[in-house]
């Protein structure tokens, strides 16, 4: 039994903050402690862990003092702001946002692909991207029996990705649409009800967006394969949870059919969704509240002898996010790896 730790999480009133939450619970996490924060916003309120109502704080200089583990879900500005703090006063944080993931000193974590590199934190351990957690756990079994060349992916991402209130506002907008009228969006720069849109995150030079960009150097250094030649198209979809994403794999020689199907059925988070009598493979609304990612319609590309197709969704709040998170907590109480650290000397502020 692993010693009971102190916890903070910080956005705890988010989408993903109140899955975190349930998780904890769920998973039954060994908790000593466990402290909600958010910002003034929602400071004064209330949510219910194991059937206990505890109060919502807005984090403060001092709201660390007392932690061992911070689990961040409040937007990379918030993380930024808050990091030198944690790590100050002892507490690791695991962090969802973008802000420290392509940082050389903090390890990026998915637990089913590089658990072994969570030990090398200097107090931050990055989540990935939710696409890029959802396609690794789906392709990194294949690429360990044959390296993977190129991967061509792309995304139908639900509202979720954007947070409870993008949540808030498809259904909102859904409904007027419905009742004849045509409500300005607030969140995303788009109506996303009966409408889809490229992903709206900043373009490079090149053409590509961020969260495009995340899946390609992420990816990358999640499988320790620098070389490794992804291209994404990423798009915002009607739904109201769990991504989807079309994936192309390219391998240096043929990988089989038959051989992929066997080892996807075998992979850890990943459950084999196929009947293709039927036409039955997965869907986001199966995906939602499930811990795996459902993966199917895996068959030969017939434009390419060494490719390989699959279709897979995955729950962007759970998979996508806050079990990742959670997991890697897990996996450093387990391993002893949560140590204090008060070094941040090889991470940028
Ligand atoms: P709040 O509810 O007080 O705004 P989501 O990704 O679903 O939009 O959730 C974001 C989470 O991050 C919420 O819990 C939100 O709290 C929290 N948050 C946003 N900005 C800050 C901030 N500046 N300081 C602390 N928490 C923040």
Redesign the pocket.
Known sequence: MSEPVRVAI????????TELLELLDYRDFPIASLKL???E??AGSYLTFKGEKLLVEA?TENSFEDIDLVLA???GS?SKAWAKTIVDSGAVMVDNSSAFRMEPAVPLIVPEINPEAANYHQGIIANPNCTTILMGVAIYPLHQVQPIERVVVSTYQSASGA???AMEELKVQSQAILNGQDPQPEIFPYSLAFNLFPHNSPLNHEGYCTEEMKMVNETRKIFKAPNLRVTATCVRVPVMRAHSEAVNLEFAAPFSVTEAREILANAPGVKLVEDWQGNYFPMPRDASGKDEVLVGRIRQDISHPNGLELWLCGDQIRKGAALNAVQIGELLIEKNWLKPTTSMANISQ
């Open positions: 910080l956005g705890a009133t988010g989408a993903v903050g924060l958010a910002s916003r929602s984090v879900s409040a937007g918030t947070g409870a209130r």
